[in-house]
């Protein structure tokens, strides 16, 4: 059975950082490529970043030259480093494999003074 479990969210001031993290087991992780989704109160799940089965990355325009995605292979982890925090990135953050077929439970970020 296919598990994704994502931590690493919380509460930050504007300006600052987090690191969110998404376990995952029952699943080849090397050969997935993975995504990172985001979906803020009353709006459209929203694509954030992906990373390839190679180490490649693509992020949104939205959070291009503030976030980045990575993976540890060896930990079956993928990593999404939220630099620069915005109020507009307050969002349940979701991981997915990059067939589609699973998605995380999801961790609230909240980016407030």
């Known amino acids: 059975q296919v598990q994704l479990v994502e931590s690493g969210g919380g509460l930050v001031q504007p300006g600052g950082s987090l690191r969110l993290s998404c376990a995952a087991s029952?699943?080849?992780?090397?050969?997935?490529?993975m995504d990172w989704y985001r979906q803020a109160p009353g709006k459209e799940r929203e694509w954030v970043a992906t990373?390839?089965?190679?180490?490649?990355?693509t992020v949104g325009d939205s959070v291009k030259g503030r976030f980045t995605v990575s993976r540890e292979n060896a930990k079956n982890t993928v990593y999404l480093q939220m630099n620069n925090l915005k109020p507009e990135d307050t969002a349940v953050y979701y991981c997915?494999?990059?067939?589609?077929?699973?998605w995380g439970q999801g961790t609230q970020v909240t980016v407030s003074s």
């Open positions: 997915r494999t990059g067939n589609g077929h699973c």
């Open positions: 029952g699943i080849i992780f090397s050969a997935n490529a």
């Open positions: 990373i390839g089965r190679s180490g490649w990355t």
